[in-house]
């Protein structure tokens, strides 16, 4: 019997992020990545299987609803990879509520589920509710799993998941929740893999990408993160706000008199590195830049990235090690040692050739805590969910 082949899917406001594994026996291996910039028009399909580049220009429009996006990249996939007919489809899901506390295979009640979360982050569950349908559309035999971002914070305490609001409300959902679950969880991994005896300590993990926030982490388990019950919640991001005073919403809804609608747009789209810096949304952009804003951009960023890791190792109780991730903590060495700098008085010292190498293990031999660089990989975490729930179901699916 031929091996299944999943394709997952991991969209962000800007990019859908695309992997595609060989579900084997011994659990899922990669045959090829790629990523639909939808920021571009046209779009382009970046794809890398096998060992094979393409880059492909897309004749399809960004339709809100992406099903000619879906139809023509899966009819790409299908015509120059003969050998692995897709068989299954694996999404990352930004919000699982309290529904969610694991992946789920994608029936009409999970579906509408997922559907029903979409006010608590609009700008990722719409695209992943676009892909379903379409894939859906196309393929209505394909099963298809949702793992979610949420479900990894489900270790959380109350005394973290609770807001001070009156407590009908905590009920009613309103709840800090975090995300960046699949990349927390692979961490937490490689960590138990690579370095078991600081995976049993306390370490507190820096995801920083175009979205980003930070975890604690008690013997692998969700403490604490920065983001809680959207996804604005934290440090600043490329785009993002992060932590707000509230009376600042309610000063510009009141007294400045904007609608709901521009307070969001302004939150989301025009605030973070964009907003501080005036110049780009881009940490590599800012690096380059050399413009004071850009600098105090950067700046800023890395003060409120430190502040975070000793709030989270309060939660922890302690502070064993840190470990850097995404695009800018995997890439961005002077954002590294900005943060470790405003960290000195918690042990932290770096070494700054590993730093600039962007070695796996960054502290210096004189430092009191373990400061490390590990590269995340979210689509990993959906492939071995998605071969764990379709266990049984796949030969019979093909
Ligand atoms: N090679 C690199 N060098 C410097 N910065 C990088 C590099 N790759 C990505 N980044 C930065 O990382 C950020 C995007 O991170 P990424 O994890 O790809 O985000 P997301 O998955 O949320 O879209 C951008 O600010 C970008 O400038
Ligand atoms: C949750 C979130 O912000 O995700 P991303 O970083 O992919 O935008
Ligand atoms: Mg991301």
Known sequence: ????????????????KLGLYALDE???????????????????????VDGQRAEITLTARPSPDLHEVME????????????????????????????FAGPERITDETLE???????????????????????????????????????????????????????????????????????????????????PELARGRVVVAHLGSGASLCGLESGASRDTTMGFSTLDGIPMSTRCGALDPGVLLHLLQQRGLDAQAVSDMLYHRSGLLGISGISADA??????????????????????AQSVAAL????????G???????????????????????WLGAALDPEANAANAT???AASSRIAVRVIPTDEEQVIAEEAATLLRGILPNAV
């Open 1 to 16: 019997m031929a091996t299944p082949i999943l394709l997952t899917l991991n969209p962000g406001s800007s990019t859908i």
């Open 26 to 48: 011994g659990g899922p291996r990669r045959l090829g990545r790629g990523i639909i910039d939808l920021q571009h028009d046209p779009l382009s399909l970046r794809i890398d």
């Open 72 to 99: 023509e990249t899966l009819e790409w996939l299908a015509h120059h990879l003969p050998g692995h007919p897709i068989t299954a489809f694996g999404h990352r899901v930004v919000h699982g509520g309290a529904r």
């Open 113 to 195: 589920a997922i559907a029903a979360l979409t006010p608590l982050a609009p700008l990722h569950q719409p695209q992943s509710l676009r892909l379903i349908r379409a894939i859906r559309h196309f393929w209505p035999e394909h099963p298809q799993t949702a793992s979610f971002d949420t479900a990894f914070h489900r270790s959380q305490d109350e005394r973290v998941r609770r807001f001070a609001l009156p407590r009908a409300l905590f009920d009613e959902g309103i709840q800090h929740y975090g995300f960046h679950g699949l990349s927390y969880r692979f961490i937490a991994g490689e960590l138990a893999r690579t370095a």
């Open 284 to 305: 590599r952009m800012l690096a380059e830049s050399g413009a004071p804003e850009a600098r105090q951009a950067l700046e800023i960023f890395a003060f409120r990235i």
């Open 313 to 320: 190792a309060t939660t922890l109780g302690g502070l064993d």
């Open 322 to 344: 840190v470990v850097f991730t995404a695009g800018i903590g995997e890439h961005q060495p002077a954002v590294r040692a900005a943060v470790c700098a405003h960290l000195a």
């Open 361 to 363: 293990r960054i502290e």
